[in-house]
């Protein structure tokens, strides 16, 4: 039972007030009821020798009366007691009030259970993986002290502010002996095969539920038959999967054996998930790296062009500058050269090395006309360095053309692509509320509160075997949690209440069904009224959008919302349902 969980309905059996707590155990000062069911109430008190906040249980006295249920209490309370871990609820103190309630002294914890956390939102996986693994740590230290608890479930884990987990409600823990299970326990969504087939039993089934609560956190929703892949709700790895099959395994001896097991493949999937994270970030950087070495090649013979083309240019600049020299010149040769040589004509070099002692001496002649040099023809610079070819412009991308959206798409943006809609949706919601037929809640609430106490007066004088089956009953009655099939061996009184019970429910169900039924087809029409609106407008679009949301809207089995509607097509889109024609709605 959550410590602070909300009751909107009156308690099944007559819980004391705060005063009435008060004056029963004196040694606490109580606050305040912080949450109740068929198995009891929980106040919130404050142990005033320690000056420390406390939660304290109590049962309904018709429990207390019980001497073998009493015993079995106070047996169960003691080992609860032993459990000193961080991820366990602490239990201080337990026995019973004069006025025949069993009771118990727990630690109060300041937080949400983590059924309320789960659907609250989305948890990011490595928070769902950390819950996990501290869950773990507190079912082995459990385990290794002998006590399984057999009705693990997100209900009884509870969640501080620190984000620590803290599990509760060890009402129907005993020691781990390996004995078949005469009476099944446990929250059937939870509950592994083993409990229900009256099988041999050990740490392996609280090993099941924990495997349960890990999908729950992953997905949003217990898993069903064929359990559906975690990667359809959310984008994990298919590993995630492989470890939920090992821990809720139909057999327990191919089952994940124990908690220790379990914590270390969690850790070590999410370090795995890590690295490979890790490894795409450095592939990435690496092929950065790849790209510019494979640049380098060719900045080299870009960079080698370009000089021999300044080369090029440089030596055709400078290639005529002696013949220049030697036309504004005359040279006299030396007494050796022969007088009517023509003077302009090269002097054979000297090879025979030291030319510098044989250098002419070059007398200026008098003034007289220069012949004038041949011009040598303007170099072309632009012609002496090559230009690329201009590179041709690309032609425009053409326009791209709109896609039609899909109903999916129409539904899963509403709110941005169509307001007038998403309002209507929401009044929807609002209407449906309001009306007292459809919501059957506090009527079955009621229904509830007169069955429990009828189950609570029909244990005295009943077998502890039988006594179990009606504990069981309104333990899932209290929690609103699916019924246990008939069995051969409940007593005869049960089966009278339960046939009851559900005569009454079906009754209660039906008028909610019906009234449902016929505003569900009104919002359907309004909304199909819009888009013939729209479509005589000309606006083909916004119509086929309405019609897309008459669509769901017809589908839908909850109570209108957008939320409701966005979850409802996604599913549809996931399990390939084929889209529903707005004319079936009408």
């Not at 050990?202 to 559906?228: C, K, N, S």
Request: proline residues 9%; charged residues 25%; glycine residues 6%.
């Amino acid at each position: 039972m959550s410590q602070e969980a909300p009751h909107h309905h009156p308690p099944p059996f007559d819980v004391p007030s705060v005063e009435e707590m008060s004056a029963l155990l004196p040694q606490y000062k109580f606050e305040k009821l912080a949450a109740y069911g068929g198995m009891g109430a929980v106040f919130k008190a404050r142990q005033e020798s320690l000056d420390r906040p406390v939660a304290i249980k109590i049962l309904p006295p018709e429990f207390g009366a019980e001497k073998d249920f009493a015993d079995r209490f106070k047996s169960e309370a003691r080992a609860m007691a032993k459990l000193n871990h961080t991820h366990i609820v602490g239990v201080y103190d337990f026995g019973i009030t004069t006025s025949g309630h069993l009771y118990l002294v727990m630690e109060w914890v300041q937080g949400h259970t983590l059924h309320e956390i789960i659907h609250k939102g989305s948890l990011p996986v490595r928070k769902a993986a950390n819950l996990a693994m501290q869950l773990c740590d507190a079912l082995a230290y459990a385990h290794n002290h002998k006590i399984l608890h057999r009705d693990i479930k997100p209900g009884n884990i509870m969640v501080n502010e620190d984000d620590q987990v803290k599990v509760a409600d060890f009402g129907l823990a005993r020691p781990i002996t390996g004995e078949a299970e005469e009476n099944p326990y446990g929250t059937p969504d939870y509950v592994a095969p083993e409990i229900l087939g009256k099988g041999a039993v050990d740490q392996r089934a609280d090993i099941f539920a924990a495997g349960v609560v890990l999908y729950e956190m992953l997905t949003g929703r217990v898993p069903q038959q064929p359990r559906r892949s975690v990667t359809e709700f959310a984008p994990l790895s298919p590993r995630w999967d492989e470890l939920i099959d090992k821990a809720t395994h139909p057999e327990p001896e191919r089952r994940i054996q124990n908690a220790h097991d379990f914590r270390a493949s969690i850790l070590m999937l999410v370090n795995q998930s890590a690295q490979a994270a890790a490894v795409s970030v450095v592939e990435v950087v690496e092929d950065g790296h790849k790209v510019k070495t494979a640049l380098q090649p060719l900045h080299l013979v870009l960079i080698g062009t370009a000089v021999v083309v300044i080369g090029i240019v440089l030596g055709a600049m400078f290639k005529g500058e002696p013949e220049r020299v030697k036309q504004k010149k005359k040279v006299v040769a030396d007494t050796r050269q022969v007088p009517d040589e023509p003077e302009n004509k090269p002097r054979k070099p000297n090879v025979e090395g030291n030319d510098s002692m044989t250098e002419p001496v070059v007398v200026l002649p008098a003034p007289e006309p220069e012949k004038k040099a041949p011009e040598q023809p303007a170099i072309n610079m632009a012609a002496a360095t090559p230009v690329p070819a201009p590179t041709p412009m690309p032609a425009p991308a053409p326009a791209p053309v709109p896609v039609p959206e899909t109903p999916l798409e129409a539904i899963l943006k509403l709110e941005e692509r169509d307001a007038e809609l998403a309002q209507l949706v929401s009044a929807f919601g609002d209407e449906w509320s309001a009306n007292g037929e459809i919501d059957a809640a506090p009527e079955i609430q009621e229904l509830a509160g007169k069955y429990i106490p009828a189950l609570q007066r029909s244990l005295n004088g009943l077998m502890p075997e039988q006594r179990d089956h009606i504990l069981s009953e309104i333990s899932h009655v209290a929690n609103r949690e699916p019924l246990n099939e008939p069995e051969a061996s409940w007593p005869s009184v049960l089966n009278n209440l339960r046939k009851t019970y559900e005569a009454q429910l079906a009754v209660i169900q039906s008028t909610a069904d019906a009234a449902a039924q016929k505003m569900r087809a009104a919002q359907c029409e309004l909304v199909l009224a819009k888009a013939k609106e729209r479509a005589a407008a000309g606006k083909v679009e916004a119509a086929k959008r309405a019609e897309a949301v008459a669509a769901e809207l017809a589908k839908l089995r909850a109570v209108p919302s957008l939320k409701a509607l966005k979850q409802n097509v996604a599913d549809g889109a996931v399990l390939g349902a084929p889209p529903t024609s707005p004319a079936s709605v009408r």
